[in-house]
């Protein structure tokens, strides 16, 4: 059996779903589970929701409005009878949204988050079912809650891989042999049945959740991009597609933050040694690109830029050295701001690393850092990784640049640099 994963832009808007009915219809013959995330940007639309609720500012309802006519247009578009079920079953998964708002914000943010921004994944996973049984794909809908279980770090959860591998393998597998799945992407459930998160883009990771579970032949990610490509198209004009990648590449690549895979998810794959294939929604008989525990792959140089970095410098005030306590106390502190470090250096007195400037918690980190150590920080920087790097690759990227701080080791380069001026 395959699994097949569609993200938000795919199915972005009625032409997007009646695509994915296209690529399914032509993989008929197959046992397909299909996970599917939130439509187009649904998921920022509901966290701009879950703040202006929680902050009792701006209008949730106006958002929920908003978040409704969007996805209200896409059914109109896809089902001629407005009489259809589908109508009714979004429109209920909505009022749980309305149910929340029209209560006191009392709980925690992170589990009215997770509570609310699920919503987005469930809606279209809705939408895509019915239609692909309106097409004449018989289709079953499946809630991942009752698969994917996890513990309660909401916006963050971590799976309980005993439990859910248990409940996919009891349930899913006969269900298989009947028709095909669709479920959501990036949700979970805890034991005690609340919603839960995996994090942000985390549909990729659902995907090889299921996949290692069922022990699925491959895991097929369908993307706007032609596959892994050398760069972020975004960024860069000339990029180059990478056809063959292994896995420890891929997980490189994703860890520094090339964003075209979430990074959990390969490595459940390599476990189980199943193979990801990253493909074209548009051009679907594109090859695209295979990741697999190949080592033959030619060593093609790849580029990943993070904007908005922040260079914190920590120092201890006592000018004692940079040693074990005094970094295990410093990682505790970005841990508990829930901080991730994107690049880090040390010298015998001080510790630099470069965060993303995320605002308020930040702030917050500095704020704590101050209370022990001496604290420098520099914004508006960007950090440059190159992967397979040379001279050439490294001179490409710094036209009009100055270098912070640079790391390298045999394989990578990560430049931390700053805009020159004018
Ligand atoms: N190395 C890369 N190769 C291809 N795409 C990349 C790469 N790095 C970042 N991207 C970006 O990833 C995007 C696809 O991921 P994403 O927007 O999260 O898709 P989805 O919503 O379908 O999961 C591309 O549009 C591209 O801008
Ligand atoms: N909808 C969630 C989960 C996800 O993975 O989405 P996408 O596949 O569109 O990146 C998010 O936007 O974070």
């Not at 639309?45 to 609720?53: D, F, G, K, P």
Request: charge should be negative.
């Amino acid at each position: 059996m395959q699994v097949f994963k569609f993200g938000g832009a795919s199915v972005k808007d009625a032409e997007g779903v009646v695509n994915l009915g296209r690529i399914i219809s032509s993989h008929r013959n197959n046992t397909l589970l299909i996970v599917v995330s939130a439509m187009g940007k649904t998921t920022n639309l509901l966290e701009e929701l879950t703040i202006a609720y929680t902050k009792q500012q701006d209008d949730p309802f106006a958002l929920l409005q908003q978040t409704k006519q969007y996805h209200d247009d896409i059914m109109h578009a896809l089902f001629a009878d407005d009489n259809h079920p589908v109508f009714n079953e979004v429109a209920n998964r909505f009022v749980e949204i309305e149910w929340i708002l029209e209560e006191y914000p009392a709980d925690p943010f992170d589990y009215l988050y997770d509570q609310i921004v699920s919503i987005g994944e469930l809606v279209s996973t809705t939408i895509v079912s019915h239609y692909l049984n309106e097409i004449g794909v018989k289709s079953k809908w499946l809630d991942a809650r009752e698969y994917i279980v996890t513990d309660n770090t909401h916006r963050e959860a971590h799976v309980d891989w005993a439990a859910t591998e248990i409940r996919i393998r009891s349930a899913i597998p006969d269900i298989l042999e009947k028709q095909l799945v669709v479920t959501q992407g990036f949700i979970g459930s805890t034991t005690e049945n609340f919603t839960t998160t995996l994090g942000r883009e985390g549909s990729d990771y659902s995907a090889a959740i299921f996949a290692a579970c069922l022990g699925a032949e491959s895991v097929t990610i369908w993307k706007d991009v032609p596959g892994v490509l050398n760069a972020d198209p975004k960024w860069f004009d000339e990029t180059l597609l990478i056809p063959e990648l292994s896995y420890l590449d891929a997980i490189e690549l994703t860890y520094y933050g090339a964003t075209v895979i979430h990074p959990k998810t390969i490595k459940p794959l390599q476990n189980k040694d199943i193979t990801l294939y990253v493909k074209s929604f548009v051009d679907i008989e594109n090859g695209g690109t295979q990741i697999r525990g190949t080592n033959g792959s030619l060593p093609v140089p790849s580029f990943i830029f993070k904007v908005n970095q922040v260079l914190v410098s920590i120092l201890p005030k006592d000018f004692s050295f940079i040693v074990e306590d005094n970094l295990s106390d410093i990682f505790s502190r970005f841990h508990l701001h829930k901080i991730k470090v994107n690049m880090m250096h040390n010298s015998a007195v001080s510790f630099s690393v470069s965060i993303d400037d995320t605002g308020d918690n930040v702030l917050a980190l500095l704020d704590d850092l101050r209370a022990r150590y001496d604290v420098a920080h520099q914004r508006g920087l960007e950090l440059i990784t190159i992967r397979y790097y040379n001279q050439q690759t490294i001179d490409r990227v710094l036209v009009d640049k100055e270098i912070i701080m640079e790391l390298k080791d045999s394989c990578t380069c990560q430049l931390l640099v700053r805009k020159l001026q004018g």
